[in-house]
């Protein structure tokens, strides 16, 4: 007998085999009831079979866009038929406002047309007047002169008359021709560059008086001022030239007619005149004659 036989050991018995076969149970139990579960199953859940239609929307839906559609499309038509009147109305407003202000710019044209041409047929009559009395005066010239010498001839004491109506009525020969002519042109118009017959400038209207006796002066008052002996305005006599400004650079020329006045072709405003010396004194004077 072996000597260790009796003595209990202290190592726990081996539990693997009854382990494993205990896993094996539990393990064969879960199979089972999976098994049974799965042949189960089927018999009681039946198959779905039943078909279940979903309502159909796509017809309404389709016309509620078909009708939204036409009431987009209908905005648009009229905020385009809108913009189309808006757009007339305001090409009309401005035809309106351009046909107004034409119409006033017209009428304002005809008005001042009018004034003008009843300007031209006031400044006309008043010109044919003047003249009318200017041929009068040229007619009588003659006969008072004739009737002052006869007068002088036979009475000794008007010797002393006044020098205005003497220094005119003195002017013989090319220089009472000269002074003639300029006091005929009285009441012409005025116009720059003017040469005659019924309108002059200073230097135009001076040069056409001395071509009446062949005389052939220079064109321009600056050449005129020099054309001839500087004078003084206190021994002045008919026909002479008064310049204003200094000799050869003189701006405006008149001729001396006698009694202390002048016949000029002024300005446009007054056109040709004949004024006195006091008027418009001028600078110098040259004796062509």
Known sequence: MSLTAHI??????????SKSALRAGVAGGVLSTIAVAGAAGPAQAEPVTQTIEMPTITAGLSTAVAASAQATQQVALDLETQAHEDAAAESAAKKAKKA??????????QKKAEAAAKARAEA?????????SRTAERTTLSAPSSSSSGNSASTSAPSSASSAPSSSSNATGSAAAIVAFAKAQVGDAYVAGGTGPNAW???????????????DLPRVSQSQSTAGT??????????????????????????????????????SSTGTVQRSM????????????
């Open 8 to 17: 209990p050991s202290h190592r726990k018995p081996r539990q693997r085999a």
């Open 100 to 109: 107004k202000a034409e119409a006033v710019r017209k009428a304002e044209a």
């Open 124 to 132: 006309e009559a008043k010109e044919r007047a003047e003249r009318a």
């Open 201 to 215: 400038d200073c230097s135009g209207l001076v040069q056409a008086a001395y071509r009446t006796v062949g005389i």
């Open 230 to 267: 500087q004078v003084s305005l206190d021994n002045l006599q008919p026909g002479d030239i008064l310049y204003w400004g200094g000799a050869g650079s003189a701006y405006h020329v008149a001729i001396y007619v006698g009694g202390g006045q002048f016949v000029g072709a002024q300005n």
């Open 278 to 289: 006091d008027y418009d004194r001028p600078s110098g004077a040259v004796r062509v004659l």
